[in-house]
């Protein structure tokens, strides 16, 4: 079993709705970080958090540690936001532990 | 944000050939950085945990004499493939981690694209 789950694996939606992208996981941690890769594969790091929410424009992330249970969210979704998103959890000062990613497709 | 940087971007080989890839930490200083290797529509996969100054940690079923890394500088590692096969082929990607600078956060290089015909 993975250490780190995300879900859904797929995910397709029309321009303009709200995403919901889940990460569950199984280890202790010190911070969980989303990241974006495109299609080109270069990868950006999103958001990195250890309690609580935190908004970047149109993107939202919360965690909640007790539960060990993160969640990305996307408001008015965009064909550019159309990208793999990554959850990864940091178990202290150790590499990073990534979940399988989950693949956006945005349809305009 | 922090910027780290990888060159080249793209490489294509022959076969039993050496590649380096670079990874740069252009405005910070970088005390460790960790290469990653990413397979088609796969997830990264840690190769090697790369610390300025003393040898580098590799994972297990990653051999460190295919796989040379040198992290010189606070700035900068290498990854060297050699000898490459096809089976080389992948997507590596590096990130750096600044605990001196209060930063706990990873920055990602771009990717390099190996290519081995």
């Known amino acids: 079993k993975n250490e780190v789950e995300q879900s859904p694996q797929n995910l397709t939606a029309q321009e303009g709705e709200f995403i919901t992208i889940n990460c569950s996981y199984s280890?202790?941690?010190?911070?969980l970080h989303w990241l974006q890769q495109h299609p080109g594969g270069g990868i950006v790091s999103l958001f990195m958090?250890?309690?609580g929410k935190k908004k970047h424009g149109r993107l939202i992330a919360t965690i909640n540690i007790q539960e060990k249970h993160s969640s990305l969210h996307i408001t008015a979704s965009h064909p550019r936001d159309s990208a793999v998103y990554i959850c990864?959890?940091?178990?202290?000062?150790?590499?990073?532990?990534f979940g399988k990613g989950t693949r956006l497709s945005v349809i305009a | 944000g922090a910027v780290v940087s990888q060159h080249p971007s793209r490489v294509i080989c022959k076969s039993g050939t050496s590649v380096k890839i670079e990874c740069r930490s252009l405005?910070?200083?970088?005390?460790?950085m960790f290469w990653y290797r990413q397979f088609p529509k796969k997830s990264l996969m840690l190769m090697a945990t790369?610390?300025?100054?003393?040898?580098?940690?590799?994972e297990q079923g990653v051999e460190k004499d295919k796989f040379l890394i040198n992290h010189a500088s606070l700035t900068l590692s290498t990854l060297t493939v050699t000898s490459a096969h096809p089976e080389d082929s992948s997507f590596y990607i590096c990130?750096?981690?600044?605990?001196?600078?209060?930063?706990?956060?990873?920055?990602f290089g771009p990717g390099t694209r190996l290519t081995v015909l």
């Open positions: 405005d910070f200083q970088a005390t460790t």
């Open positions: 990864a959890v940091s178990p202290g000062n150790t590499p990073l532990v």
């Open positions: 280890v202790g941690i010190s911070a």
């Open positions: 958090l250890s309690s």
């Open positions: 790369s610390n300025e100054g003393s040898k580098a940690t590799y």
């Open positions: 990130s750096a981690y600044d605990w001196a600078g209060g930063y706990n956060e990873q920055f």
